[in-house]
């Protein structure tokens, strides 16, 4: 095991940390000198006119000016954890159609960064860089109108009638069908600066926490700069904040894959993936799709109402438009399917359709869904990868809308009746209602991003880091480049990927492969697998006491 020099699995593509093996000669891009955005525009057209033709850009040797980068590692930047508290809401209901409900609220919010912020290029990771950090956020509550999605608690701007309603009396009352987890909501406004030039700042509606007080560190992928509202809130009211944590590394370089893992506890719900893309110019636009080794997001419940459920969700297909104008903006195309297994009763599946865009007029960010019946031991729902694919006595809720702003659903003539739960409560609580009992015309929202903002997670600081973790690594290319000394950020972004280049030199020279030190080296299933040091760093990230720690 020690002496072989690559890893192979069984598409016929093979993992390697040695950077000649890379297909292709380095494509290197000198620093024009001019760090404006004409400046940038001109170099990022003279990247996009050596990439033409090439197969895979990801997987190529590229080697960029500090200047066009983004002052964040990749490894922070991809996580799929935007919106942690509806993460760890997808276990809370007792109605599985609920929970599927809940995956799909939760997928189209997984990358608020895409909807609200820019497109950035952050940096490449390098062979055994990793990053961990955690979110202790309030979890959501429930309205009293079932048909209502949960009430967010943190970083969502509220509407003018809503901020009334929140003056007036702080306390919401909540009544739901979620296994008795929820509580009451206590919130409080807070204004923060919009990154948008000339528009008012949104009211932000959050539950006194320290992470609305913190601040944002000039890393934070949040749209919103500024800090709380600096009340020194009681402490007592963080504690039925519950905290999400994640853990990652890089574990290739060529192609570059990194492997990753999510937890919270105390809602019973986990998730884990591969993360690596393809990517190919295609006309005016960069088109991404998942590597051979990402074969999506996995999700299992570990206690809890759902215990036993595992939910596998597919990627879809993204398209970086804007390149030849340097107004990047990303549409999505291909389907995203979410497949339930494990389930006790009912299995449910999600077909999420996202509509291609025409090459005239403006994109318009459309997508169609259905949620449905499938039998697990069957094959036949694997050819349902389209709406009009499912068999219409299936489909048990649509939904439609733009995956930027207002999505809907409903649920249609197929769908099951709701479990009956008992009507008896000693506290809002605990209260339940029935599940929400939708006509074949009654829409109701899904979920609005319009209102939804990213909310910041808790690093430990530099001093704790170990010299492998990511902000520690590139601190000093962070630096310099917030300090705007392009030049120097360029020459220590050099000397990181010099360093790395002579380790894996060394290892070639001695016959012996990279080991990765969180996941196991064996990722052929998609399904990455924690070492005993990564489940240590997990215990520890859960443990961290960060009330001092600012948010980023």
């Not at 009211?237 to 919270?264: G, L």
């Not at 170990?466 to 480049?481: A, F």
């Not at 705007?484 to 016959?511: F, H, M, P, S, V």
Request: proline fraction near 7%; aromatic fraction near 6%; glycine fraction near 8%.
């Amino acid at each position: 095991m020690a002496d072989e020099a690559i890893v192979k699995i069984p598409s016929g593509e093979v993992l390697e940390d040695d950077d000649s093996e890379a297909p292709g000669p380095t494509i290197s891009l000198p620093d024009s000198g001019d760090v404006g955005e004409g400046g940038k525009l001109s170099m990022i057209v003279q990247l996009v006119k050596k990439c033409l033709g090439v197969k895979d850009i990801a997987a190529m040797r590229l080697s960029l000016p500090a200047s066009l980068l983004e002052p964040l590692p990749n490894l922070e930047y991809w996580h799929y954890l935007d919106r942690p508290d509806l993460f760890a809401a997808i276990n809370d209901s007792n109605d599985p159609f609920e929970r599927i409900l809940a995956v799909v609220r939760f997928i189209f919010t997984k990358d608020l960064k895409f909807v609200h912020g820019k497109v950035c290029k952050p940096y490449n990771s390098v062979l055994g860089e990793h990053f961990r950090g955690h979110w202790d956020v309030p979890p959501v509550s429930y309205s009293s109108d079932p048909t209502q999605p949960p009430i967010l608690r943190v970083h969502t701007s509220v509407p003018p009638s809503q901020v009334t309603l929140a003056q007036g009396s702080e306390t919401v009352s909540v009544k739901s069908n979620r296994s008795g987890k929820s509580s009451k909501s206590t919130r409080s406004g807070l204004s923060l600066t919009s990154a948008s030039k000339g528009k008012t700042s949104p009211t932000l509606s959050t539950a006194p926490t320290s992470l609305g007080d913190a601040g944002l560190s000039k890393l934070s992928l949040s749209p919103l700069n500024g800090s709380g509202s600096g009340r020194n809130e009681d402490k007592d009211k963080d504690k039925d904040h519950i905290r999400v944590i994640y853990v990652t590394e890089q574990v290739s370089h060529h192609p570059p894959v990194s492997a990753y893992y999510a937890s919270c506890p105390s809602r019973g719900v986990e998730m884990a993936g591969i993360d690596q893309i393809s990517a190919k110019v295609s006309g005016t636009a960069v088109r991404v799709a998942p590597g051979s080794f990402n074969k999506g997001i996995y999700i299992n419940l570990t206690s809890g109402p759902g215990i036993g459920e595992k939910y596998h969700i597919t990627h879809p297909v993204a398209n970086v438009n804007g390149i030849l104008r340097g107004s990047f903006y990303i549409t999505v195309g291909d389907s995203t399917i979410v497949t339930c297994v494990g389930a006790k009763g009912v299995a449910y599946r999600a077909v999420i359709e996202y509509k291609e865009e025409s090459w005239l007029g403006r994109a318009h960010f459309l997508v169609e869904g259905v949620i449905h019946t499938y039998n697990e031991g069957s094959t036949e729902h694997i050819e349902w990868t389209k709406v009009k694919h499912v068999p219409t006595a299936r489909v048990v809720a649509v939904f439609d809308g733009c995956w930027r702003n207002h999505i809907r659903w409903r649920r249609t003539a197929a769908s099951p009746p709701p479990p009956s739960t008992s009507s008896a409560a000693s506290s809002p609580s605990t209260s339940s209602f029935s599940t929400p009992s939708l006509s074949e015309t009654e829409y109701a929202t899904l979920v609005d991003l319009s209102t939804l903002f990213v909310v910041p997670k808790k690093v430990r600081p530099l001093e704790r880091q170990l010299p492998n973790e990511s902000r520690k690594l590139w601190d000093g290319v962070t630096t310099r480049l917030l300090a705007k000394e392009y030049g120097e950020a360029t020459k220590a972004k050099l000397a990181i990927e010099q360093k790395q280049r002579d380790e894996a030199g060394e290892r070639k020279r001695k016959g012996v492969q990279f080991i990765p030190q969180y996941f196991e080296k064996d990722i052929s299933s998609g399904i990455p697998v924690l070492t005993s040091a990564g489940r240590k760093a997990v215990e520890e990230e859960l443990k961290e006491c960060s009330e001092t720690w600012p948010s980023s």
